[in-house]
């Protein structure tokens, strides 16, 4: 069974630049999420999805990040404009069971973001 | 804000048991306490999972205590290779709405 890609596995951008991530979850998984992870730091959720539809973006930065998940299954992550503390580990997951608010995820490798 | 709490490092050798304790006070009702073992320049990878009590799988244990409060993975005779961080995920409860929280997590450094 494939696991969840992503990519870029790596970008490095100026500030006030745009970058853009993409996560292809674990086929047949209804829940993505997307977590900004600094250095030295757990993984904090950005945004959850549920199929297609936003689940908590309580965490996400609104005025310059943005995400959307398109047919419920591919999902992109954007930064416009960023900031040097948005570099980070970006890592996208997936998860299978509905109901649940801690289901058991499986994330890709991650996006590492540096921002200069 | 609501927050799970873990230690900061733990040293241990191979062949050890290792016991990772997490403390999350605002734990919601309804979900599960999952961990993960993250390496270098990977995603987490999930351990193990459970509600209540212990849970037991092929790689760790997992203690709960009835309050839920807390949780403690684990490890059995640690080997080299789980030198790693251990991350728990919890459901918490953060001014009336469920909101999933990763621990601060612990770096285990297993020496021969």
């Known amino acids: 069974e494939a696991g969840v890609a992503q990519s870029p596995r790596y970008k490095i951008i100026e500030k006030r630049q745009s970058v853009a991530f993409w996560c292809n979850p674990i086929?047949?998984?209804?829940?993505l999420y997307w977590y900004q992870q600094i250095l030295g730091q757990g993984p904090k959720l950005l945004i959850q999805?549920?199929?297609?539809?936003?689940?908590?973006d309580s965490q996400l930065p609104k005025d310059r990040f943005s995400a959307e998940r398109l047919k419920g299954v591919d999902s992109t992550l954007k930064i416009q404009p960023a900031k040097l503390e948005d570099s980070a580990v970006y890592l996208c997951?997936?998860?299978?069971?509905?109901?649940?608010?801690?289901?058991?995820?499986?994330f890709g490798p991650g996006t590492r973001l540096t921002v200069l | 804000l609501a927050k799970t709490t873990q230690p900061i490092s733990m040293d241990s050798y191979e062949g050890q048991e290792v016991n990772i304790t997490c403390s999350h006070n605002?734990?919601?009702?309804?979900?599960?306490i999952t961990w993960y073992q993250q390496f270098p320049s990977q995603g987490p990878r999930f351990i193990i999972q459970?509600?209540?009590t212990k849970v037991t799988n092929e790689v760790a244990s997992l203690f709960i205590p009835a309050d839920r409060k807390s949780s403690t993975l684990s490890l059995p005779r640690v080997s080299l290779s789980d030198t790693a961080v251990y991350y728990c995920?919890?459901?918490?409860?953060?001014?009336?709405?469920?909101?999933?929280?990763f621990g601060t997590g612990t770096r285990l450094l297993v020496s021969p």
């Open positions: 999805f549920q199929n297609n539809g936003v689940v908590d």
């Open positions: 997951a997936s998860s299978g069971e509905r109901g649940r608010i801690v289901d058991t995820q499986y």
């Open positions: 086929s047949g998984h209804a829940t």
């Open positions: 605002n734990i919601a009702t309804n979900d599960y």
């Open positions: 995920l919890v459901g918490l409860m953060n001014t009336g709405f469920q909101k999933l929280v």
């Open positions: 459970g509600y209540k």
